[in-house]
């Protein structure tokens, strides 16, 4: 299921629906790193460790 969005995105590029040039790997970059920069912000808030040790919920 984590593979899908590279699976979409590699299909239609094939399919010309998205023209592969520089500006679009800019802006995918740039969605890369927003996504990432998001991740580190919000998952260590809602990471609990004790939880994840003892198993409970």
Do not use: C, H, K
């Amino acid at each position: 299921m984590t593979g899908l969005p590279s699976i979409a995105v590699t299909t239609l590029v094939a399919f010309n629906v998205i023209q592969a040039s520089f500006a679009t790997a800019v802006a995918g970059t740039m969605v890369l790193l927003l996504l990432n920069w998001l991740g580190w912000r919000f998952v260590p808030a809602v990471f609990d460790r004790e939880r994840l040790i003892t198993g409970t919920r």
